[in-house]
């Protein structure tokens, strides 16, 4: 079978944002109370949000802290309680000890969100919380995400998979609430820069964390600093693509990646996309 699972919306595809939010609402409203996962990105809050006004205190977000989750990422979230509080915490999980997770085959995920959820059962069985929840949507179904399996079977609800949200619906219904997530880009942990079979090592997770952060300090959007090796394969969005090709920025960009260590510096010139190391995959769609 292939790894690329497709997994049934409850909501109609066609069904307009405002009632897709509704259906969201309604069923968050039915749970007595909630655990919810919140990595900072436009899904995942919108889910906090949404939660938080259906539940009020009944709902709590958790951000896992580990050396796969950059210190930008932390500080996004940061960002958005100041600007929309609501209840959160904190906690510290332990991929990382977990030799498969560490052995980065195309599974890597699964144990990641397997160390996730079971830190997040292990609070909601303290505290009391009747269900456990995370922010996967109608369009995550189409790419290959192993961390689906381990939410199966931690019985972890998908909130905006039931209502058949999409991204795109996603960023309209946060803009319209004012959250500042709406048009956050894209992102994911860091040991998805690096090849499958290249081990996951907080080394390599630090050098490609500073990677990005010389992009984004120079003022690109959408971007991923990929591994080989000690090559950086760097995708930026089609639309940057051309200012990053201008030789003083190509020339900018190798000499302040090479001061990190990084041997050779290449632009992928087919730019961003979510997933490209997926595209190695002999299942992958095409």
């Not at 609800?157 to 999409?166: E, F, K, N, V």
């Not at 991204?167 to 992102?187: N, Y």
């Not at 300090?217 to 090796?229: A, I, T």
């Not at 041997?263 to 730019?271: A, C, M, P, Q, R």
Request: proline share 6%; charged share 25%; with cysteine.
């Amino acid at each position: 079978m292939s790894a690329y699972v497709q997994i049934r919306a409850n909501a109609a595809p066609g069904a307009p944002a405002e009632e897709k939010e509704r259906r969201l609402l309604e069923q968050l409203a039915g749970t007595s109370s909630l655990l919810l996962a919140l990595s900072g990105g436009a899904d995942s809050a919108y889910l906090a949000w949404a939660a938080q006004r259906a539940l009020g205190p009944r709902a709590l977000a958790i951000t896992a802290l580990s050396a796969s989750y950059s210190s930008y990422d932390r500080q996004r979230v940061e960002e958005f309680l100041r600007a929309v509080p609501i209840a959160h915490e904190f906690i510290h999980t332990r991929e990382l000890e977990n030799p498969a997770y560490l052995a980065n085959h195309p599974d890597r995920c699964y144990y990641c969100k397997d160390e996730l959820f079971s830190a997040m059962d292990a609070l909601a069985s303290a505290r009391a919380f009747a269900a456990v929840a995370y922010g996967v949507n109608a369009d995550d179904t189409l790419d290959f995400r192993p961390g689906h399996r381990a939410a199966a079977e931690h019985r972890v609800l998908a909130p905006l998979l039931d209502a058949g949200l999409r991204k795109a619906e996603i960023r309209l219904l946060s803009q319209r609430a004012g959250l500042p997530t709406w048009d956050r880009p894209a992102s994911a942990c860091l040991a998805s820069r690096l090849p499958y079979g290249t081990p996951v090592t907080p080394e390599r997770l630090a050098l490609v964390e500073q990677g990005e952060a010389v992009l984004r300090e120079l003022g690109f959007r959408q971007f991923r600093v990929r591994l080989h090796e000690r090559m950086a394969r760097v995708e930026i969005a089609l639309d940057e693509l051309p200012r990053a090709l201008a030789p003083e920025m190509a020339a900018l960009l190798a000499a302040r990646l090479k001061a990190l260590g990084f041997s050779y510096v290449t632009l992928d010139l087919e730019g961003y996309r979510q997933g490209s190391l997926n595209e190695s995959l002999p299942d992958a769609p095409q």
